[in-house]
T-cell receptor, first 111, second 114 residues
C-alpha cells in the first residue's frame, strides 16, 4: 500500500512565523502535490512538483513556497504565516497519469 | 477552464436508502473522472475512477458511469450503511496531461443514520 506521511496532524503557529509542512511518500512517485482544504471551497492546489527540484504553481500559490530536494519528500513553506492561512493542508503523490494518493492532512492554526 | 460541479450537501439518509450524488464537469479534451472519499479525520482515498466514455467505475458497492453526452459522473449506491458517512469529492484529470493534476468539486457531505 502507498504511504503518504505528513509530519504533523495538528500544528499551531503564530502570525509572522515561518512554517514548514513536510510530506514523505514511499512509492517512488514522480508527482507530488500540496492542497489546502477549506469548508465550502473544496480542495485547491497550491503547488505541485513532477520531479526533484522542479515545481509548478497551482491555483493559489501566493504566500507559499515549496522545496523538493529528494524524490520522496515535498515540503510546503509558509514564508510569513498569516491568519488566513489557517486551514487543512493535504499532500498527495502519484505516478504520471495515475490517481493521486493522499496523506491524512495537517490541520494548521495560525494565531 | 476545466471545472467540476457537484451537488451541495449535506445529504442525510437512513441506513439502506439509495444514494445518488450528482457530478457534472466542463473540460476540453478527454478527462479521466474520479470519486474520492474522505472519512472523518482522514485524508482523501480514491473510491473509483473511469478513464473514457461509457466506462463504469465501481468499488465497495458504489458505482459511477462516465457519460460524455451529458458530461456527468454521478455516484450511486443501492443501500448505504452508517459506515458510508463521509465527504465525497468528484474530480477530473486531463488524461493527456503529464502531471495528472486534479480539479475537484467542493465536496458533498453524507450522513447515514441508523
Amino acid at each position: 500500500d502507498v504511504k503518504v506521511t505528513q509530519s504533523s496532524r495538528y500544528l499551531v503557529k503564530r502570525t509572522g512565523e515561518k512554517v514548514f509542512l513536510e510530506c514523505v511518500q514511499d512509492m517512488d512517485h514522480e508527482n507530488m502535490f500540496w492542497y489546502r482544504q477549506d469548508p465550502g471551497l473544496g480542495l485547491r492546489l497550491i503547488y505541485f512538483s513532477y520531479d526533484v527540484k522542479m515545481k509548478e504553481k497551482g491555483d493559489i500559490p501566493e504566500g507559499y513556497s515549496v522545496s523538493r530536494e529528494k524524490k520522496e519528500r515535498f515540503s510546503l513553506i509558509l514564508e510569513s504565516a498569516s491568519t488566513n492561512q489557517t486551514s487543512m493542508y493535504l499532500c498527495a503523490s502519484s505516478y504520471i497519469g495515475q490517481p493521486q494518493h493522499f496523506g491524512d492532512g495537517t490541520r494548521l492554526s495560525i494565531l | 477552464g476545466d471545472s467540476v460541479t457537484q451537488m451541495e450537501g449535506p445529504v442525510t439518509l437512513s441506513e439502506e436508502a439509495c444514494l445518488t450524488i450528482n457530478c457534472t464537469y466542463t473540460a476540453t479534451g478527454y478527462p479521466s473522472l474520479f470519486w474520492y472519499v474522505q472519512y472523518p479525520g482522514e485524508g482523501l482515498q480514491l473510491l473509483l475512477k473511469a478513464t473514457k466514455a461509457d466506462d463504469k467505475g465501481s468499488n465497495k458497492g458504489f458505482e459511477a458511469t462516465y457519460r460524455k453526452e451529458t458530461t456527468s459522473f454521478h455516484l450511486e449506491k443501492g443501500s448505504v450503511q452508517v459506515s458510508d458517512s463521509a465527504v465525497y469529492f468528484c474530480a477530473l484529470s486531463d488524461r493527456w496531461g503529464s502531471q495528472g493534476n486534479l480539479i475537484f468539486g467542493k465536496g458533498t457531505k453524507l450522513s447515514v443514520k441508523p
